[in-house]
């Protein structure tokens, strides 16, 4: 296999190789582990690898601080891997609010012993879903193949920080993880070399909770099965090749924006499925300040045939016996809506938030704006 592996490598650069072979010297001892996570992601990666108990004998966790919950701020809310570390026993530092870069962060032992120049090549670097970027001054104190991201992608297949409800969004079958070197954040996201990868088929109807989850698992168990192939001396890395690259990048006000012109409505749900967690899906009526943020709906049966009354997308009619309103999509497709949100108001059915409206919107047929329209008014 180890042959197999160098004889891969003949056609990168000599220092390429150096690097690549020096990933199959073996470390001396179990890895001690300094470990950046933030979620649910996060939690599940730290679980399986703190059952591999063979590859480690040192786990530190560090994690983002508490934060204010609430509107008053009376509540804290702890970071979900702060509460798993403590239950296991495992010593926790956090790190500077976000605001606040981590090139100042003031370490001190026993973490502070993973921060030296001499690279200890037992200690290790993990990250994953941590959400910051690791300035050089932390990475630098780490061999070239002792630092690793855990990347919910088949990179280069989605880099970025949202891959998981991209993918979602875009209709792939397949998703996966991949466990890739961490780089200086000049050279750019989840570009690092891959150590390992395992694809994933994306079940269907998977929302991104649900698919986070297999994916964390699956990464989980690939990064162990990494640690131990560093332990026996027989891991090895290959580059991205970045003619394939895509791009997930962090999801804004605008991933969310139905443009009814364009997506259909199996287009809505995927990005419904995809985001909704963090950006529900948005529309807007004309002359009505605020958008409408649509909550819970289903695809209309094309068995049912196209609403008589309904002509071009972004066109809605109420249905008083469903209690429900229904929307032309692109391609003659048509959702059924039941609960929405107007900005800062609270989740209504459609038939309170529809005796809310001016005259216009309760009579027949009216049209959501544009989303163009609500992407210049914002």
């Known amino acids: 296999m180890l042959a197999a592996a160098r004889r891969r490598l003949t056609t990168v650069t000599s220092v390429s190789v150096w690097r690549r072979l020096r990933s199959n010297i073996r470390p001396s001892e179990k890895f001690k582990i300094l470990f950046f996570g933030r979620d649910e992601f996060s939690c599940q990666i730290l679980s399986t690898l703190y059952e591999a108990s063979d590859v480690w004998q040192e786990i530190h966790i560090a994690t983002n601080p508490d934060k204010k919950h609430m509107r008053n701020g009376s509540r804290l809310q702890t970071s979900l891997l702060r509460q798993l570390a403590e239950d296991h026993d495992l010593p926790v530092y956090l790190l500077p609010p976000k605001e606040i870069a981590l090139s100042s962060w003031r370490v001190r032992p026993p973490i502070s012993l993973f921060l030296q120049p001499n690279r200890d090549p037992n200690a290790l670097l993990v990250t994953a879903s941590f959400g910051r970027l690791l300035p050089r001054t932390i990475l630098n104190c780490f061999d070239d193949t002792r630092k690793l991201n855990v990347h919910p992608s088949l990179l280069p297949l989605y880099r970025g920080p949202a891959p998981i409800q991209h993918a979602i969004a875009d209709g792939q079958a397949v998703s996966g993880v991949s466990i890739i070197d961490m780089m200086p954040p000049k050279d750019g996201a989840d570009v690092g070399d891959?150590?390992?990868?395992?694809?994933?088929?994306?079940?269907?109807?998977?929302?991104?909770?649900?698919?986070?989850?297999?994916?964390?698992?699956?990464?989980?168990?690939?990064?162990?099965?990494?640690?131990?192939?560093?332990?026996?001396?027989?891991?090895?890395?290959?580059?991205?090749?970045?003619?394939?690259?895509?791009?997930?990048?962090?999801?804004?006000?605008?991933?969310?924006?139905?443009?009814?012109?364009?997506?259909?409505?199996?287009?809505?749900?995927?990005?419904?499925?995809?985001?909704?967690?963090?950006?529900?899906?948005?529309?807007?009526?004309?002359?009505?300040?605020?958008?409408?943020?649509?909550?819970?709906?289903?695809?209309?049966?094309?068995?049912?045939?196209?609403?008589?009354?309904?002509?071009?997308?972004?066109?809605?009619?109420?249905?008083?016996?469903?209690?429900?309103?229904?929307?032309?999509?692109?391609?003659?497709?048509?959702?059924?809506?039941?609960?929405?949100?107007?900005?800062?108001?609270?989740?209504?059915?459609?038939?309170?938030?529809?005796?809310?409206?001016?005259?216009?919107?309760?009579?027949?047929?009216?049209?959501?704006?544009?989303?163009?329209?609500?992407?210049?008014?914002?």
């Open 194 to 378: 891959v150590w390992g990868s395992k694809t994933v088929g994306i079940p269907p109807n998977a929302n991104y909770q649900s698919l986070r989850d297999i994916l964390a698992y699956e990464g989980g168990r690939l990064l162990v099965k990494i640690l131990r192939q560093m332990m026996l001396g027989i891991a090895f890395s290959l580059p991205q090749d970045g003619t394939g690259a895509s791009r997930a990048p962090l999801l804004t006000g605008s991933s969310s924006l139905i443009d009814f012109s364009t997506w259909d409505a199996l287009k809505i749900q995927r990005v419904h499925q995809g985001m909704a967690h963090q950006k529900p899906l948005r529309t807007s009526l004309p002359s009505r300040r605020g958008s409408v943020q649509i909550i819970e709906f289903k695809i209309r049966d094309s068995r049912d045939g196209a609403h008589p009354e309904l002509h071009s997308p972004g066109e809605a009619v109420y249905d008083a016996l469903a209690e429900s309103l229904i929307v032309r999509c692109a391609q003659h497709t048509e959702i059924v809506v039941t609960k929405v949100k107007q900005e800062n108001r609270r989740c209504l059915s459609v038939k309170e938030w529809r005796n809310g409206l001016p005259a216009q919107f309760r009579a027949g047929v009216f049209k959501f704006a544009d989303a163009c329209q609500i992407v210049n008014s914002d």
